[in-house]
């Protein structure tokens, strides 16, 4: 019977008096933890795909939506642009740049966008090839891991797409039908929530069903646009973007080139650090009140333990008696308050790890359904390791005032109470 | 076995009182009587060390009890004396086995759930090893006590009214008890009360008024 055993007994033959500090304190710290989780996973989601792009190019409007759209494929297109408008940054030849790609954006499978890009996109995000083949003809698509195991295709499979984002059957193009031709390794990037195809299918899609809404009935035999070069053939075709990697980014005409497209094109061209950077402070003010809200709960919660611990040791004055008159010393009876308020606080931040785990594991879904990344509560960060440290330190503090109380209660009146 | 000379104390602002001086050998009893209010818990609580005397002394297997430091006191009170209260203070969360665990463990000793169990069957109530204190009877709670009071072989075993909330039968029967498991063990026994029915029962006796 140690010091331990008798603290975890008290606690446990007494259970309804502690729960509500216990839930409390596991709330603030699910908060904090759930907080930091989610914190976590976005900025890695955020900047893993910034994946050295140094320069996305698209049709002008706001920059930060066309980022959004165009690297985390969690927004809409700001506009197309002409592969005319574009021609110079299609060029390979183009002194600057050693990567150029363009998306032509439009419609989705089941939330998940298909992408009308050539292969340039794989070397970008550093994705491979795990089974099949990548696309080569108009309706063959490559998916990325994660489309694959939440649409559960498989190579050989086709399906209809649908107009935008939306889930819609009226507005799914009737008659195009995808076939699936490779899947992807799971890269951790946004490549895995991405159906890739050529620019040419996207178009083809969207001609086919404006004709077929103007009631004629065409069949297209463009030959299937891949490369750049290909791309370059068709001057009057739309695209949304480009994603451009430099060749060297200290180059002082690199530096330059963002500006000469913004005021001499009809074209706006945005740094995606620059324009995250901005988001982070948007969305920042936002988790910082929350934060601090979960750290109110938490102190919130460290008075309830220690009004819990407080009221639960006047009750028990005859026990803490009893133990001095068995022989136990002043500091035993410190040792035991403070035991019952790490056990406490041990308790609450297992709770906590269970809300904020636990919740993450079930938000994930939606969570990706809105931000293309792949979410997970089944991962300890260091800010976990963190909290365990305040958490019982917390509990220590709240328990100091009730355990040094017990160690000086005046066991000859304790005991000569009559009642 | 306990020994008190002179033993006086005082509560703030209140007068002094003095105790007539206590003796009683192992193996042996001794009777405290006394009114209520007359200052025998204070007795009680000097004896066992539970506070402190003002003046006199009091010693316990040849150790005056004023010599100690509060810690050292605390265990020489768990290792020489068993305290029997009017009470019967338990832990509650704590079984009858328990209870007895934690005072061998409190006083320093080895756990011996034999002596545990041993002591029990002797009293009668080895089947009621695993319940919890509220689960028994009156008469059960005060043969627990008794056994909590010996678990340690105690020098001294002190009984703050053992008999007066029980009729004449059962307080001839508690007497008994308490007596015999005291001589078992060879501790001294000290019964502090207010219960004139054993004052012909006890030839050692003081009274305090």
Redesign the interface.
Known sequence: MSVLKLAWKNIVSNPLNLILSIILFGLGIGLISFLMLLNTQLSENFEKNLADIDLVIGAKGSPLQMILCSMYHIDNPTGNITVDEAKAFLNSGHPLLEISVPLSLGDSYKRHRIVGTNDGILELYNAQLDQGKIWAQDLDVTIGAGVARSTGLKIGDSFKSSHGFDDDADLAHDHSAFNVVGILKPSGSVVDQLILTNPSTVWAVHDHAAEDHAGHDHVHHTPPVRSNEELLQHPDKDITSLLIKYKDKTNYRTLSLPRAINEHTDMQAASPPYEINKLYSLIGVGTDAIRWLAILIAFVSAISIFISLYKSMKERKYELSLIRVMGGSRAILFMLIVIEGIILSFIGFVVGMIISHGGMEIMSKFLQASYRYDFTGWRVISGDAWLFVGSIALGIVAALIPAYQASYTDIHKALSEKN | MINTQNLSFQYDNEELMSFPDVNCDAGEMMLVLGQSGVGK??LL?LL?G??RAKGGSVSIAGQNLSELS??KL??????YIG?I?Q?F??????NVL?NL???Q????KQ?DKNRCKELLENLQIGHKINSKINELSQGEIQRVAIA?ALVNNPAVILADEPTSALDDSNCQAVLDLLSTQAKQSGAALVIVTHDTRLKDMIDNKITIS
């Open positions: 818990t204070t609580h066992s539970i506070i509060d810690k605390d265990h020489f009170r768990g290792q305290v209260f009470k203070h338990f832990i509650k969360s704590l328990e665990t934690i005072a463990k409190l006083a320093g756990i909590r």
